[in-house]
């Protein structure tokens, strides 16, 4: 809704001086009666009535681009004009009610509405933390107004980045169920944001589960040392019964001494600083999560347990096989994925960061999709890319929501083209590819008005123009060749999605500007004597290939070169582009052996350093808990497994099982759920035989094609393929 109506008319309110207050209503009810509450707190909010928190929710309300604020305090150029929502939790309070008095109160926090103390791309606040809610009982609505009771609340520092202070000492211990209880005075009357208001659909973080952390070092000057095991999200949760003890906890996943390797402990920074009121509670923090493997704590204090805290997402797949390697890459992925999952977003690392790069998310949404339970989580996000499109140019921010930040114009924007078609093509949602297309076509607007004789050669004024990012070595390809090759793919698809609407009117003028920038890059890039582009470093060729460019020869010459290679030397828009195109064009083999490599720039040297998240950088440095890399997870489902879909179906309505068979790799096992239900397939090679065993719900057309046999089926079926001789 515009405005908001949600909310019955019930006014905005704050506490000035305080990014951190806590908000006490006392209201009467009937035990038993219906009772419903819509509530905004801004940035986050804990909600409880009559001491007891309502829902498990964490980090609410999702984050989004809010309302509208001074962008010129970024580190990156921005000079947009975006679109705006702010999103709002509704809850049934019913069981929660007493008979006569009910008090609620309200905890709010700055999450990222209000990001004083920030670490990464600039200044971007909002506003000050404020509140707005409406209770429908039967007995009578109760409206957030000036009578809604405020405090300067006991967490002293907030902050997403750098954590925070908090002294239960400054509130008695019954100021949630006792009316009369501490120093509360009116709250302030406020404007509501200009927005756009809704209720929250997508998943809220929770405590997903809880692990134990194990003493590394016992106590000195600086405390116990921690490790929890795995690199993980979430927090540690401390007791003490001591009154007025100083307890810190400090996060970090690398305990090296090596500047730039990892996130390291660092003064303030993912810290929490308690100090006690010897009441039998846990601390920890209320508006933030830390991403961390290691822990340390000062002070005497009792860590009962570590809470993995990220969007409440399912995992709705499996992969086994007999290959160590794929089975650490398909759980490390996962993994990593989740720890990426907040508030809404798909950040690019839970720690240093923690924004929705749009070049990352587009890469991993596929993987994501086949991989989680995902839908709403997507379909939030995809509104935060629409939102974060400049309504005048077309050009879309390198996060969404809008929070500061680099990237490309095509590596990055081109998200409003391929978060939406995957989106259509995983879950059959016609009406938000509809929705999505006029978006698509009006960046091509912008990209056309960045590109020069064919090529895409800019991005904003002193802004970043990326291609690919992070390859083992120093950037060699260049930019505008990687823009224009994903261009070119991207006019291809929407092609495609003018198509599926039938609305090819619309699209008709893109044949031509895809044979003119295929021409463009064909004139600068491309050498005949090499049979490559720019030389085949760094998966230039591949991404060539994937726009429809190249022939047969630029083909066998890539193919070879990663054959005699054994491992990537691609960053990391080219790395799943390489996979793929060796997989769907015959060298599957030698994608398994980059897939599952054991060079020196491989998953499998993740995995030999000890890593349990997907790195950043293929040698380590820098953050240690980004899923970008694991985009090439997909193929471990749509070649491995086999399992894709038919040409123009969508939402899995006809799919054929047709697994790439490699070797070193005799068993695989696995299942995704889908729209329609679960697809699961297991295939089993000897030397003599492959026999491919599948199943699918009953409502999806399904078959089984392997080594010229064909097998329709309808909830499970299997073929045997004799490959004796081969």
């Given at each position: 809704m515009t405005g908001t109506e949600l909310f019955k008319g019930a006014r905005f309110i704050d506490c000035p001086g305080s990014l951190a207050p806590v908000f006490k209503k006392t209201f009467t009810a009937v035990k038993g009666e219906a009772a419903s509450i819509v509530i905004c707190g801004l940035g986050f909010f804990r909600l409880?009535?009559?001491?007891?928190k309502v829902s498990g929710d964490l980090l609410v309300p999702n984050a989004s681009n809010y309302s509208e604020r001074d962008l010129s305090r970024f580190e990156y150029?921005?000079?947009?004009?975006?679109?705006?929502?702010?999103?709002?939790m509704k809850y049934d309070i019913s069981d929660y009610l007493e008979d006569g008095e009910n008090v609620m109160t309200v905890l709010l926090g700055t999450g990222y509405y209000c990001q004083v103390f920030r670490d990464a791309e600039g200044y971007v606040t909002?506003?000050?933390?404020k509140l707005c809610y409406a209770i429908t009982k039967g007995s009578g609505d109760v409206l957030s107004d000036s009578s809604t009771l405020v405090n300067s609340g006991f967490v002293t520092q907030v902050s997403l980045y750098y954590g925070e202070k908090q002294d239960y000492n400054l509130l008695p211990a019954d100021w949630m169920t006792n009316p009369d209880s501490g120093n509360f005075t009116p709250s302030r009357e406020i404007p509501a944001p200009d927005s756009n208001y809704m209720i929250q659909t997508a998943p809220a973080d929770k405590v997903i589960e809880s692990i134990t952390g194990v003493v590394l070092l016992e106590g000195n000057e600086n405390g116990k040392l921690y490790?929890?095991?795995i690199n993980t999200v979430g927090y540690a949760v401390l007791k003490c019964r001591k009154p007025h003890e100083k307890i810190t906890v400090s996060y970090a996943e690398d305990i090296y001494d090596k500047p730039g390797f990892g996130i390291h402990f660092k003064e303030g920074y993912q810290t929490e600083e308690f100090i006690t009121d010897g009441e039998?509670?846990?601390?920890?923090?209320?508006?933030?999560?830390?991403?961390f493997r290691y822990f340390r704590v000062k002070g005497d204090a009792e860590v009962v347990r570590v809470d993995v805290v990220h969007s409440d997402v399912p995992v709705t797949s499996s992969f086994e096989s007999d290959s160590r390697e794929l089975n650490w890459l398909y759980s490390t992925y996962v993994h990593t994925q989740l720890c990426n999952m907040h508030s809404g977003v798909p950040s690019d690392c839970p720690h240093r960061e923690r924004l929705g790069y749009t070049g990352d998310g587009q890469l991993c949404c596929e993987a994501a999709m086949l991989t989680l339970g995902c839908r709403e989580f997507y379909r939030k996000w995809l509104y935060d890319i629409a939102d974060s499109q400049c309504t005048e140019t077309g050009h879309v921010a390198h996060t969404a929501p809008v929070m500061g930040g680099g990237g490309g114009p095509c590596g990055w924007g081109g998200?409003?083209?391929?978060?939406?078609?995957r989106f259509y093509k995983i879950y059959g949602d016609r009406d938000l590819l509809n929705e999505f297309f006029p978006k698509m076509l009006k960046y091509f607007e912008y990209i056309e008005s960045r590109t020069q004789f064919g090529l895409v050669c800019r991005e904003?004024?002193?802004?970043?123009?990326?291609?690919?990012w992070l390859p083992p070595e120093e950037i060699k390809i260049p930019e505008s060749f990687v823009n224009t090759c994903l261009y070119i793919g991207f006019m291809k698809t929407v092609i495609e999605i003018g198509e599926i609407l039938g609305r090819q009117s619309e699209t008709a003028h893109l044949p031509a500007l895809i044979e003119r920038s295929s021409q463009a890059v064909d004139a600068a890039y491309y050498s005949s004597q090499q049979h490559a582009y720019i030389g085949g470093i760094q998966g230039a060729s591949a991404l060539a290939l994937s726009a429809g460019l190249g022939d047969e020869k630029v083909f066998a010459k890539m193919a070879g070169k990663y054959k005699a290679l054994g491992m990537y030397d691609t960053?990391?828009?080219?790395?799943?582009?390489?996979?793929?195109?060796?997989?769907?064009?015959?060298e599957g083999q030698t994608a398994f052996n980059l897939l599952a490599g054991r060079g020196e720039v491989s998953f499998d040297f993740m995995a030999r350093n000890g890593a349990t998240t997907l790195w950043e950088n293929w040698n380590g440095q820098s953050s240690k808990n980004h899923p970008m890399f694991g985009a090439v997870t997909k193929c471990l489902f749509t070649y491995l497994l086999g399992i894709r879909q038919d040409e123009n179906s969508a939402g899995f309505e006809s799919v054929t099982i047709s697994p790439v068979t490699v070797e070193g790799l005799n068993r695989v096992k696995g299942h995704i759920t889908t729209v329609r239900g679960v697809i699961s397939v297991e295939i089993i090679k000897d030397k003599n035989s492959v026999t491919i065993k599948a199943g699918a719900d009953p409502s999806i057309k399904a078959k089984i094609v392997y080594g010229g046999k064909t097998a329709g089926f309808t909830g499970s079926g299997e073929l045997s393929v004799n490959t004796h001789g081969e």
């Open positions: 409880y009535i009559n001491g007891r150029p921005l000079v947009d004009k975006l679109s705006f929502r702010t999103y709002c909002f506003g000050k933390p490790d929890a095991g039998d509670r846990e601390y920890i923090p209320l508006f933030t999560w830390h991403g998200a409003i083209v391929e978060v939406p078609y904003e004024k002193d802004g970043w123009c990326l291609g690919d960053g990391i828009i080219a790395t799943p582009a390489l996979t793929q195109y060796l997989f769907e064009h015959g």
